[in-house]
């Protein structure tokens, strides 16, 4: 069962290398609803504390990434500030993230609705490679992989900036900013597959009032990893009297910058604007849907009194 566990993981890293490498950063199908995990300067934009907490387990039937993460952030009450924490953990076979961070953001008006808030997060990463669940016979036995759980602490930053009022927001952000070297192997290289690769995320969206019942919210996260890995998220969220949503996005990207990845159905519920629960499922269209039944996300989050 080890043996075939090995299998299955080595052939996911050859075949799909690129969503693999993705991966060194926390993803979401709900991002809409992750903007602070996304980018540090959402801190401060809301005038309430609020924690969220997702849970994702991707790909269904392989033994593909799950991530569990943990935020919270507001304002500094009378001043256009805000802070955060955040912990997050992403697993795929052998290999693990765990990441404990905070942030700080500061926002200026620019006119009577129209807003611009800066926000840098600094936090430290523990990766882990497990090696016993590699453990083989003397058959299959390698040399190089270790049967001993190694780990390594590394510090990191994000930094991004948003622009936006309360009909429509367009941000950008840069993940893993100081692109470390995670493993010890590699010591002399300045490049390879043991260095954090930098992330650039570029999000917006516009809310749509249809009547007193109905909102609209189009929206678009766009992901790039450097070098050249490309990933396009675009969302269509319907609210009605701000308790229940539901949202598709069609994802594309990844494999090539034009190829389909999935698409996602949401759906939420927000009980007397304090309490938030959403649900997703990734129906894969790419070449994984010959192995892999789906993804899903559970989202839940908690909003404090209004503070300003």
Known sequence: MKRLRFIIYIVLLLVFIKPTKAQ?????????????????????????????????????????????????????????????GYLYNDVTGPESWMTLGGSYAYNIAINDALRISGGLSIGIMQYKLDGTVLDFDDEVYD???????????????????????????????????????????????????????????????????????????????????????????????????????GALTYRFGSSGYFTSDAIAIMGGYNHENKFYVGLAYDLTVSDLRRYSSGTIEVMIGYRFNSIR
């Open 24 to 84: 060194q950063a926390p993803f979401y199908t709900q991002y809409m609803y992750n903007d602070y995990l996304v980018n540090p300067a959402v801190a401060g934009t809301y005038n309430y504390f609020q924690f969220r907490a997702n849970a994702r387990i991707q790909w269904i039937g392989m033994d593909g990434p799950r991530t569990m993460s943990i935020a919270g952030y507001g304002p500094v009450k009378s001043k256009d500030m805000g802070y955060g």
């Open 143 to 245: 040399p190089v992989i270790s049967n001993s759980v190694t780990s390594r602490i590394i510090p990191d930053a994000n930094v991004g900036f948003l622009l936006y009022e309360t009909r429509f927001y367009v941000g950008i952000s840069a993940h893993n900013l100081f692109g470390n070297r995670y493993t010890k192997e590699e010591a002399d290289s300045s490049s390879g597959i043991s260095r954090l690769t930098q992330h650039i995320y570029l999000s917006g969206g516009y809310n749509i009032q249809l009547n007193r019942d109905f909102s609209v919210l189009p929206s678009a996260l766009i992901k790039y990893a450097s070098p050249g890995q490309l990933q396009v998220d675009i969302n269509a969220k319907v609210t009605y009297q701000r308790i229940v949503w």
